[in-house]
């Protein structure tokens, strides 16, 4: 199993400023990784496929990099409706796997 | 645009099989190369992958939770659906149903539904 390790697990800005997020995964997953955005109540929405295309919809200010083993998710300019829990995904391997989430909360 | 949307009990009594439904409209079940997978998330908690189901058949499991899932599609009803037996109060979780192509992420999502195991 391909293991997701994100960090931090918490992260705590103010709006305007620069968020980085950081996804390690255990074996290479080439560049076939997801981010999500989850708000409470809601079903989690994709960001970023393979690594640094963003979804249908999506705002420029998210953007994704890496390859291999170490991803990054960069909202260039926080908005407040940015703050969230934010997932990574690889689409790799079977079984399908997930990061254990970091938490995007309001300094 | 395509649509997902969750059914089945709310509660399930421990030991009992756990049944869920995804309907999906605005495209077809048997859509080429796409997989039909069911995810779960406990209350509070991270995203867990429970299977998916290619539009031909093949099936893929967790193996954490293989031994207890199954998944089937229902072509006729444009639905695929969930069977989760033996369960317990740590099977109380949200589950979501969602669509992925190969090697690419869930794009579509149901809205999830609530599921409690309790007496």
């Known amino acids: 199993e391909n293991v997701l390790t994100q960090s931090p697990a918490t992260l705590s800005l103010s709006p305007g400023e620069r968020a980085t997020l950081s996804c390690r995964a255990s074996?290479?997953?080439?560049?076939?990784l997801a981010w999500y955005q989850q708000k409470p109540g809601q079903a989690p929405r994709l960001l970023i496929y393979?690594?640094?295309n963003r979804a249908t919809g999506i705002p420029a200010r998210f953007s994704g990099s890496g390859s291999g083993t170490d991803f990054t998710l960069t909202i260039s300019s926080l908005e407040p409706e940015d703050f969230a829990v934010y997932y990574c995904?690889?689409?790799?391997?079977?079984?399908?796997?997930f990061g254990q989430g970091t938490r995007l909360e309001i300094k | 645009q395509l649509q997902l949307q969750e059914s089945g009990p709310g509660l399930v009594k421990p030991s009992e099989t756990l049944s869920l439904t995804c309907t999906v409209s605005?495209?077809?079940?048997?859509?080429?190369?796409?997989?039909w997978g069911w995810i779960r998330q406990p209350p509070g908690k991270g995203l867990e992958w429970i299977g998916s189901?290619?539009?031909?058949?093949?099936?893929y499991y967790n193996p954490s939770l293989k031994s207890r899932v199954t998944i089937f599609v229902d072509t006729s009803k444009n639905q695929f659906s969930l069977r989760l037996s033996s369960v317990t109060a740590a099977d109380t979780t949200v589950y979501y149903c969602?669509?992925?192509?190969?090697?690419?992420?869930?794009?579509?999502w149901g809205q999830g539904t609530l599921v409690t195991v309790s007496s």
């Open positions: 969602a669509r992925h192509t190969s090697y690419r992420p869930f794009d579509y």
């Open positions: 189901i290619h539009s031909s058949g093949p099936t």
């Open positions: 074996q290479s997953v080439s560049s076939y």
């Open positions: 393979d690594a640094s």
């Open positions: 995904q690889q689409c790799t391997n079977w079984p399908i796997t």
């Open positions: 605005g495209g077809s079940i048997s859509s080429s190369n796409c997989y």
